[in-house]
């Protein structure tokens, strides 16, 4: 069931930037660790970033450190992920997330996440 809405997804060349947006408008953001998730083609659901609601400690995937940036607004009850510097490999449906969840965030799988977007589709490719 899908309790987010996202958007910003499309298609950019290598080097490019977007920025993905989470609206979650029944939601208090703060109140739960939230993150994003990649799923490419073949392959398991991964997680990209996330921000730990119990310390807001924040945690990106080796690959994507230095280029994407997660970040939420309370008031606005949204969630960011902006992408600089694309690369061919991040391309695949992105997808925002959240849970009430404990520890620190990249401890915890996507199935463990109970609140979900409905996915946006990032294309990097000349």
């Known amino acids: 069931q899908v309790q987010f809405v996202e958007s910003g997804g499309g298609l950019v060349q290598p080097g490019g930037s977007l920025r993905l947006s989470c609206a979650a408008p029944a939601f208090t953001l703060h109140d739960y660790t939230i993150g994003w998730f990649r799923q490419a083609p073949g392959k398991e659901r991964e997680g990209v970033s996330c921000i730990s609601k119990s310390d807001g400690s924040v945690y990106y995937k080796d690959s994507v450190k230095g280029r994407f940036a997660i970040s939420r607004d309370n008031a606005k009850a949204t969630m960011y992920l902006q992408m600089n510097n694309l690369k061919p490999e991040d391309t695949a449906v992105y997808y925002c997330?959240?849970?009430?969840?404990?520890?620190?965030?990249?401890?915890?799988?996507?199935?463990?996440?109970?609140?979900w977007g409905q996915g946006t589709q990032v294309t990097v490719s000349s």
């Open positions: 997330a959240a849970g009430m969840l404990t520890y620190s965030c990249s401890s915890y799988a996507p199935y463990e996440y109970a609140f």
